[in-house]
Structures are given as structure tokens and as C-alpha cells.
């Protein structure tokens, strides 16, 4: 089914472990992002690529960093977990002139002990 | 004071009724306006959207937008149990580059039978 998948949905981290999250699409979408959600914050995002080789920051980028070498993927690294990034993250595509039409993954539910 | 403000409720009424959700926003830049259902467990999915103010209505829902009161909400008629879901509401900028959209922290809904 074609959509946005990620890997992997569930990971438990120890303090300072690191870890990267894999997000691909196979509905040949120039932007992507990653959101995390917390209770009662909502959705913030993290960083977001508009295009293959290119990233930037969103509102909430410290401690993470993101690497778009091809087109239909987009990763999230955490270099030393923290507990304040327990989260749910979510990746999501879109094409660029596409109002609201994100399509986003089922999501990755991290937990840093 | 956040961007976008939902109620998050959690909300619970019985099938058949109309639910109405709500969310007011403080930065009047804002021209388009989403509503987006989650599931348990999964990703945030686009339900409707509608550009700058007025009403629009697909099947059950209907959402409006009043630019005025900087106020949007969604009504859900003859709402049934699979309606039950997390309904997020998200706004952005005319012209942003990369298709930012500011959410609001969810209002879960429980439709029981």
C-alpha cells in the first residue's frame, strides 16, 4: 500500500543511548518532516526537508539531527537520549503546493529510561 | 499563550448526537484550516480543510471558520462509535514556504453506543 512507513513503531532507549528513526514514502513527495507529540502539546515540529539533500529546523530541533540522502527517505537521529524526548514522533510527506495534504506514518513510540 | 488553542476535553456523547469542537487561534495571519481525526495508535489523518472564512461541509461533518473571532470549529452530525477518535485542528500561513502547519493539542471524542 503505498504511504509513509516507520521504523521502527516501538523502542525503548536508555539515558545517552542513540538511535535513529527511519521514515520512507513511496508517493514521490518533495517535502517531509517529523513531528513529535506530547499529552497536551500537540504536534511540534522538529525538522523538515524540502527536497532530497536538504534540511532544516522546526520549532523544537535540539538534540535531534536528520539526513535526506534519498528522495523517499527522511531520518531522525538522536545522538544521546534524553528522558525529555519520550515521545510519540510521526513523519510526514507532502507535495509542495498541497494544502493540508500531509500523509503522515502510524508513528514510533519512544521511551528513554 | 500557544498559537492555537483546543479544548482537549476528553469529550464523550452519545451516538446520534451532533458534536461540535472548537479551536481559537491568536495570529490572524493565518488563511488556511485543517482538521485532521487520529486514531489510537495511528497517524493524524485529513479530514477537511477549508481557505480563509466560511463553512464547508462534507457528508456528516461540517467545518467553519470565522477570521473575525479568530475561532474555527468542526460539527460532527449523527455521530456514530467509529467517529470515536483524537480530532486535531492545524492552520497555516498563506504563502509559507514549506507548508508549516500549527496544530492544536487534540480534543479526544468518545461516541458510545
Known amino acids: 500500500n503505498a504511504g509513509v512507513t516507520q521504523t521502527p513503531k516501538f523502542r525503548v532507549l536508555k539515558t545517552g543511548q542513540s538511535m535513529t528513526l527511519l521514515c520512507a514514502q513511496d508517493?514521490?513527495?518533495?517535502?517531509m518532516y517529523w513531528y513529535r507529540q506530547d499529552p497536551g502539546m500537540g504536534l511540534r515540529l522538529i525538522h523538515y526537508?524540502?527536497?532530497?539533500?536538504?534540511?532544516a529546523k522546526g520549532e523544537v530541533p535540539d538534540g535531534y539531527n536528520v539526513s535526506r540522502l534519498k528522495k523517499q527517505n527522511f531520518l531522525l537521529g538522536l545522538e544521546s537520549a534524553a528522558p525529555s524526548q519520550t515521545s510519540v514522533y510521526f513523519c510526514?510527506?507532502?507535495?509542495?503546493?498541497?494544502?493540508?495534504?500531509?500523509?503522515f506514518g502510524s508513528g514510533t513510540r519512544l521511551t528513554v529510561v | 499563550q500557544k498559537e492555537v488553542e483546543q479544548d482537549p476535553g476528553p469529550l464523550s456523547v452519545p451516538e446520534g448526537a451532533i458534536v461540535s469542537l472548537n479551536c481559537t487561534y491568536s495570529?490572524?495571519?493565518?488563511?488556511?484550516f485543517m482538521w485532521y481525526r487520529q486514531y489510537s495508535r495511528k497517524g493524524p489523518e485529513l479530514l477537511m480543510y477549508?481557505?480563509?472564512?466560511g463553512n464547508k461541509e462534507d457528508g456528516r461533518f461540517t467545518a467553519q471558520v470565522d477570521k473575525s473571532s479568530k475561532y474555527i470549529s468542526l460539527f460532527i452530525r449523527d455521530s456514530q462509535p467509529s467517529d470515536s477518535a483524537t480530532y486535531l485542528c492545524?492552520?497555516?500561513?498563506?504563502?509559507?514556504?514549506?507548508?508549516?502547519?500549527?496544530f492544536g493539542q487534540g480534543t479526544i471524542l468518545t461516541v458510545h453506543p
Open positions: 510526514a510527506s507532502s507535495y509542495p503546493a498541497r494544502i493540508g495534504g500531509y500523509t
Open positions: 495570529n490572524s495571519a493565518f488563511q488556511y
Open positions: 508517493m514521490n513527495h518533495e517535502y
Open positions: 526537508s524540502v527536497g532530497e539533500g536538504t534540511t
Open positions: 477549508t481557505y480563509s472564512s
Open positions: 492545524a492552520m497555516r500561513l498563506q504563502g509559507t514556504s514549506y507548508g508549516k502547519l500549527t
